[in-house]
Nanobody, 124 residues
Framework: QVQLVESGGGLVQAGDSLRLSCAASGRAFRYYTMGWFRQFPGKEREFVAAIRWSGDSPHYADSVKGRFTISRDTAKNTVYLSVNTLKPEDTAVYYC?????????????????WGRGTQVTVSS
């Protein structure tokens, strides 16, 4: 059973940085694609970033390019999302997701497993 557990969210001020973590367990993830999504109140989840487990082909939503970085540590089975220069409009619940297909995808319906999310709140 795949389990994804996010951590690292919190209340920060505009301009601050955070590193979100996603600890993955229950499977060998060698041929998985890992993604981060976020959900604003009353909205559907939107794609933020994705990476293949090998570490190649990172892909970002246009809205976060240049500020967010996705990475992974295979030894720790952990995927990270480093978020810099946070803005109040980045306030959302951030979710980690895993896809058992070795290809980048941006649709939430293409992901098979989800964490419970971590709240990021950015004050102005």
């Amino acid at each position: 059973q795949v389990q994804l557990v996010e951590s690292g969210g919190g209340l920060v001020q505009a301009g601050d940085s955070l590193r979100l973590s996603c600890a993955a367990s229950g499977r060998a993830f060698r041929y998985y694609t890992m993604g981060w999504f976020r959900q604003f109140p009353g909205k559907e989840r939107e794609f933020v970033a994705a990476i293949r487990w090998s570490g190649d082909s990172p892909h970002y939503a246009d809205s976060v390019k240049g500020r967010f970085t996705i990475s992974r540590d295979t030894a720790k089975n952990t995927v990270y999302l480093s978020v810099n220069t946070l803005k109040p409009e980045d306030t959302a619940v951030y979710y980690c997701a895993a896809r058992s297909t070795y290809a980048i995808a941006v649709a939430s319906t293409d992901y098979d497993y989800w964490g419970r999310g971590t709240q990021v709140t950015v004050s102005s």
